[in-house]
């Protein structure tokens, strides 16, 4: 279980650098594009502009769960450094589980969010809404995986080498 769990999460890791790597690097082109053709012809072009955005909701959700799978998405690291190995481990537990239900509240929302937008399509392009905002509940789905990787790998599983916290 921990090894599928651990592939799993490694290949999503992957997945989710690439993903973030190659949508920062189409927004810049995009909106570059769209400053060199603004300020030489004078036109705009408000589906790249749409794109742009959507692309943008998309690099932050996914680079959200990618922080959430590194452990890194939130450190504030004043009071766990001053604690043992053992109290860090249940204080990064407690943390896991804030997280995770969080997570829940969001996948739960965001059901309501695309019921809502269902029917709703971006002016400039087309696209539907539901296209664009399910990158909450996938983002809430992808950090529920990761916490649950990480319970089970570090946390609940072998007790974390002297001198780290388990992460």
Not at 34 to 60: H, K, N
Not at 127 to 154: D, G, K, N, Q
């Amino acid at each position: 279980m921990t090894r599928l769990l651990t592939t799993i999460g490694n290949g999503l890791r992957a997945a989710l650098k690439v993903f973030v790597a190659a949508a920062l690097f189409l927004i810049v082109t995009l909106v570059f594009y769209q400053v060199i053709t603004r300020y030489f012809t004078g036109t705009a072009t408000p589906g790249l502009a749409e794109i742009s955005r959507f692309l943008f909701i998309w690099l932050v959700f996914a680079g959200s769960a990618w922080l959430i799978s590194r452990n890194e998405l939130i450190a504030i690291d004043f009071f766990s450094s001053h604690l043992d190995a053992n109290a860090r481990r249940w204080l990064g537990v407690f943390i896991d589980m804030c997280t995770a239900s969080l997570m829940v509240a969001l996948l739960s929302f965001s059901g309501k969010l695309l019921e809502v937008v269902s029917i709703k399509h971006a002016p400039a392009t087309g696209i539907p809404y539901v296209w664009v905002y399910s990158a909450l509940p996938l983002f809430a789905l992808a950090s529920l995986m990761f916490i649950l990787e990480r319970l089970i790998t570090t946390r609940f599983g072998r007790t974390p080498p002297s001198g780290t916290d388990g992460n």
